[in-house]
């Protein structure tokens, strides 16, 4: 959960009229009660500002791929925990677990990744489980 | 070794000393607050419990204050509920200014703190940045000043330790300067979050040290006896920044990663390249 994003929430409410409200900082859009696992191939590491995205090729049985965008923090953010623009590169074959779309676009957050150098920074190492 | 990387070397070096020489501390590299180490989902480790105890939250309110904040408090709960069924509570603003002393008690955001003998500036990823002047200079005459969201700052040299003294601050994301100085506290959950108010006269006074190689330290004083019954002191406590070594910035240009269609939040990834590199 972003705090940053929770701050400029509370103290526009605190400030402005009741109308007003940092919407596009909001990650309320994403269903917090739910984790959904996706596996497929990563078409692009979009890092930028404000958040970085992956957009990612799930593989469904019998159809066409599906494409997802997955939502993470600022590059300012990952920088500081080690992640960088070449950390994710097309074609990698991943699995990640998301908070999903609340209204079912393929979307989400980003919570925790395993890559093909295993779990991806931040997420839990195998011994500590993912508990997804 | 080249003329440019000799010529910058010996400008680093001559600044170096000079701090040495005007017995200032090397606070040099990144800072951030302990407990605000993001993760890859924007995520803190640090419950609003552990921030409340860590800042000694705990803001003597006046009866009057306390009934505003308490309101102030209901209406967010109202709008985080909207938020969360993922509707649009009200028009959308667009900032990427945390203010003073926000900036300082309760940020993700990384800074660095560059003093020098006239003043000392700190300069944080948000690209805000505060000018403490320390060149014996009284705050700015009252009929040159205005409330921003940085304030007015003076300080002076104790020793090893920098002492601020902030007068003129306004909220940064107030639309009126008598609406006052709004104080935010977060936890690791959206919506986990406390408040309070200051007035536009409120006073702060910090002391900043360096506890130890890897921390600094602000002990933060509010005075504003037209909201609080008593002086509210808090602390905070900045370690390194561990993996990048370099300051990098928060851009907040181009916010449409999540528009609002039919009244509802949804995702809008930035586009791809012209070519697909795939």
């Known amino acids: ?132 | 070794m080249t003329l440019r990387r000799l010529a910058t070397l010996t400008t680093i070096l001559l600044g170096t000393v000079g701090s040495m020489q005007a017995g200032l501390p090397d606070w040099s590299g990144q800072w951030e607050n302990v407990g605000a180490t993001p993760d890859a989902t924007g995520g803190f480790n640090q419950s609003l419990e552990q921030v409340l105890r860590t800042l000694q939250w705990g803001p003597p309110n006046k009866p009057e204050v306390q009934a505003r904040v308490d309101r102030i408090v209901a209406m967010e709960h109202k709008r985080l509920e909207a938020i969360a069924r993922g509707e649009d509570p009200g028009g959308a603003a667009r900032a990427c200014t945390f203010g003073y002393p926000a900036i300082m008690l309760d940020s993700p955001l990384m800074f660095e703190v560059l003093p020098t003998p006239k003043e000392t500036t700190l300069i944080f990823s948000s690209r805000e940045i505060r000018h403490v002047y320390t060149n014996g200079r009284q705050h700015t005459p009252k009929d040159e000043l205005w409330a921003t969201p940085w304030g007015d700052s003076i300080g002076h040299w104790e020793g090893q330790t920098l002492v601020i003294d902030t007068i003129a601050v306004k909220s940064a994301f107030g639309s009126s300067e008598s609406e006052g100085v709004s104080v935010v506290a977060f936890g690791d959950v959206e919506g986990e979050q406390t408040i309070t108010m200051l007035s536009p006269q409120a006073h702060f006074i910090e002391r900043i040290r360096m506890p130890d190689k890897d921390h600094l330290e602000d002990q933060m004083t509010v005075i504003d006896p037209t909201n609080l019954t008593a002086p509210w002191h808090m602390n905070r406590t900045y370690e390194r920044v561990a993996h990048i070594h370099r300051m990098v910035y928060e851009d907040c240009e181009g916010e449409e990663r999540n528009p609002i269609v039919n009244g509802h939040f949804t995702l809008a990834p930035p586009p791809g390249p012209a070519k697909s590199r795939q």
Do not use: C
Not at chain 1, 68 to 79: F, G, Q, R, V, Y
């Open chain 1, 1 to 132: 959960m972003s705090r940053l994003l929770n701050y400029a929430v509370i103290v526009l409410a605190a400030t402005l009229p009741a109308s007003s409200l940092l919407a596009h900082h909001s990650f309320a859009m994403f269903d917090q009660s739910k984790s959904v696992e996706l596996r497929g191939t990563v078409k692009s590491f979009r890092w930028s500002n404000p958040h970085v995205f992956i957009q990612l090729l799930v593989t469904k049985e019998g159809s066409d791929d599906e494409e997802w965008s997955i939502e993470m923090t600022s590059p300012e953010h990952l920088a500081r925990v080690g992640w960088k623009p070449g950390t994710l590169k097309p074609g990698d074959k991943v699995t990640l677990v998301i908070h999903p779309m609340r209204d079912g676009v393929k979307g989400g957050q980003y919570l925790s990744g395993t890559g093909p150098g295993g779990p991806l920074i931040g997420s839990p190492q195998p011994s500590q489980g993912e508990g997804k």
